[in-house]
């Protein structure tokens, strides 16, 4: 069973930079496709991006954070990272991590079918 801890969150003024780490424990890192999540303040949880166990795919992306924010990994640390640039208001969310054996899951937005959530950490952007 793979557990994964979010860390990185925080308040931040419009146009801040942060980058979210998530941990993973409990199953073959290098197996696992990550992807990250959020939910805003009475809004149901929404896709932001998710990468690939396999190097050679490219990453997927929401439209509204294509062009600032970045998605990496680190397989040795067992780590997945999100990068945000040019924080907007709009991104004010609990941003969750998630894994999946299947990344289409991710590409279907398949939020029943993937395999675990972290416990979320708080992004606030401030106007």
């Known amino acids: 069973q793979v557990q994964l801890v979010e860390s990185g969150g925080g308040l931040v003024q419009a146009g801040a930079s942060l980058r979210l780490s998530c941990a993973a424990s409990?199953?073959?890192?290098?197996?696992?496709?990550m992807g990250w999540f959020r939910q805003a303040p009475g809004k149901e949880r929404e896709f932001v991006s998710a990468i690939s166990a396999w190097s050679g795919d490219s990453p997927i992306y929401a439209p509204s954070v294509k062009g600032r924010f970045t998605i990496s990994r680190d397989n040795a640390k067992n780590t997945v990272y999100l990068q945000m640039n040019g924080l907007k208001p709009e991104d004010t969310a609990v941003y969750y991590c998630?894994?999946?054996?299947?990344?289409?899951?991710?590409?279907?937005?398949?939020?029943?079918?993937?395999?675990?959530w972290g416990q979320g950490t708080l992004v606030t952007v401030s106007s």
């Open positions: 998630a894994a999946a054996a299947k990344f289409y899951l991710f590409v279907e937005v398949n939020l029943n079918g993937l395999d675990a």
């Open positions: 409990g199953r073959t890192f290098s197996d696992l496709h």
